[in-house]
């Protein structure tokens, strides 16, 4: 079991091959359950048992429980102080009906766990409907995402179509206005019309969105910046679009 849980760790493909992931953690841990995520088994050391014992009573009566010595739990953890408390769990769908929603964000090959873990998070914080991810973005069922996202992962909806491409021309005839969100000669982001149905696209952060996905586009925004940067931070920019898609819509 230990080599199991370490193999879900380290792999991406062998998670979604075994339709599970390992979360660790006592805040996302509970985060987890009340999100309604289904935990399989739960693995604790002694001392965790005994100072969360209201956590581990919350499991459901078929999870199975399994107590580790610490050496054990500290060399299957990805944390560098861990809290001597994890689970293993299902993954939830990947979104079926993901093209139904008000606002969206689609992010093509995004890669980095850290800037993942944000969008998603921010996604939740400001109500998008709905994160689009092409199949090359990183595994949002990773240990990183899933700290950076402070459990947002459990919460969002999310879409990850078989084709990103085929995705965006359905939107377009379904008639979402699709903006790519380019570092120049796009229009301000603060003068794009946000107040119908709209999906806003991120690319990957080292070269932005391909050439494709922009002509698939509708429209393409930019956020004004000053000074000698060339672009944002994948996430910050994310961030940005999403707040000024949440507020165009509210004003």
Known sequence: MIKYLS??????SFRKKEGCFVCEGVRLCADALRSGVRAKAAFFTANAAEKHADLLAS???????YSLADSLFKFVSETQTPQGVMLLCEMHGTGNGGLSFN????LECVQDPQNMGTILRSAEAFGIDCVILSKDCCDIFSPKVLRGSMGAVF??????PESFYDTLTQLNDKGVKTYAAVPENGTDILSADFSNNCCVLIGNEGNGLTD??????????TIRMNGNAESLNAAVAASIVMW??????EN
Request: with cysteine; charged share 30%; hydrophobic share 35%.
């Open 244 to 249: 000024e898609m949440v507020r165009g819509c």
């Open 212 to 221: 494709k996905a922009v002509e698939l586009c509708t429209d393409k925004v």
């Open 155 to 160: 919460r969002q909806k999310f879409y990850i």
């Open 103 to 106: 606002k969206a964000v689609a």
């Open 59 to 65: 499991l459901d009566n078929s999870v199975e429980q």
């Open 7 to 12: 193999r879900l760790n380290s792999s991406s």
